[in-house]
């Protein structure tokens, strides 16, 4: 599986982006998809997953409410709407794939794709 994500840019705080991953490959619907993200002299860190089937997502506390995960298998693509932009945001940002959401909510990938970078201005 090969991941290639878009999307990232300067927004103010309090706007809106939106990430995609489009994935290559046949088993894309197979897979749970999930979001990471990496801030300067930060770990990477969790973000958002959504099961295979979409009937599931999960988010770490920081941005519920704000984010949302969606995926299109016709498409095998995911998304990720973040609205209400803070500048904690601010970070390279890496989709993902691995067996279960739940795997991806504990930083356990099959593959990543390369960062798109969103910068969020206070």
């Known amino acids: 599986v090969q991941l290639q994500a878009s999307g990232g840019g300067l927004v103010q705080a309090g706007g809106s982006l939106r990430l995609s991953c489009a994935a290559s490959?046949?088993?894309?619907?197979?897979?749970?998809m999930g979001w990471f993200r990496q801030a300067p002299g930060k770990e990477r860190e969790f973000v958002a997953a959504?099961?295979?089937?979409?009937?599931?997502?999960l988010y770490v506390d920081s941005v519920k409410g704000r984010f949302t995960i969606s995926r299109d298998n016709a498409r095998n693509t995911v998304y990720l709407q973040m609205n209400s932009l803070k500048s904690e945001d601010t970070a390279v940002y890496y989709c993902?794939?691995?067996?279960?959401?739940?795997?991806?909510?504990?930083?356990?990938?099959?593959?990543w794709g390369q960062g798109t970078l969103v910068t969020v201005s206070s």
């Open positions: 490959g046949s088993t894309f619907s197979t897979y749970a």
């Open positions: 959504i099961s295979w089937g979409g009937g599931r997502t």
């Open positions: 993902a794939v691995s067996s279960t959401s739940g795997a991806l909510a504990t930083g356990k990938t099959d593959y």
